[in-house]
């Protein structure tokens, strides 16, 4: 199993997740992190530091989220890994709650 990161990252990109990560599976896009499924050791460290509850289990995935585990698969093999907590974007706060925000994904 493996830990994924879904649409309420999108634009958001708040990084605290990052500090925690013992191996170092996060990758970061424009405006979006990926955990990538083959580094990634479960170890549930990540989740509650994210403060838009963006990152589930696999196995805890909604429905509606369950694309998000192929996309971060994609994604990390095109995205640098990020292993520092960086300046969230200014805006990120408005966009925290906001539905249906993958078509703002920048790959």
Known sequence: MTYV???SCIKCK???CVE?????CFHEGPNFLVIDPDEC???TL?????????IYAEDDLPDELKSYTQLNADLTKQ??????KKPAPPD????????????YLER
């Open 14 to 16: 708040y990084t605290d």
């Open 79 to 84: 995205w640098p890994v990020i292993t520092e």
């Open 46 to 54: 990540c989740v509650p530091e994210c403060p838009v509850n963006a």
């Open 5 to 7: 990161v879904t649409e």
């Open 41 to 43: 050791i479960d170890c």
């Open 92 to 103: 990120a706060a408005e966009w925290e709650e906001k539905p249906d925000k993958l078509k």
């Open 20 to 24: 925690v990560c013992p191996v170092d």
